[in-house]
């Protein structure tokens, strides 16, 4: 599985003018098992999600361990539904 920054050109052109997110995908051949969205300079997740199929398969631990650093930061962000809290 590789974990890499999703770029505006690989967006739809209206998409990709007004992202100010940060995009990485989790891609294993060239299906997409998950993106992670950041925003502040990456010190916020502002999207997150894993295909179902793939849940506690390390798909989400390995997209933030990764986002987390190539941001740079001791501290990342999430806002949350208390009933999601456990998958944290």
Do not use: C, W
């Not at 739809?12 to 299906?31: F, S, V």
């Not at 894993?50 to 001791?74: C, D, I, L, M, T």
């Not at 999430?78 to 456990?86: D, G, H, K, Q, V």
Request: charge should be positive; avoid cysteine; proline fraction near 1%.
């Amino acid at each position: 599985m590789e974990i890499r920054n999703i770029t505006k050109t690989e967006l739809p052109e209206a998409q990709a003018e007004n992202l100010t997110i940060e995009m990485y995908g989790a891609l294993e051949k060239d299906r997409l098992l998950g993106v992670i969205a950041t925003r502040n300079e990456g010190s916020h997740i502002a999207l997150f999600f894993v295909r179902k199929e793939y849940h506690s398969q390390g798909v989400g631990r390995k997209s933030v361990q990764q986002k987390g650093k190539n941001a740079g930061y001791g501290l990342i962000t999430l806002y949350t539904s208390f009933s999601r809290m456990i998958l944290y």
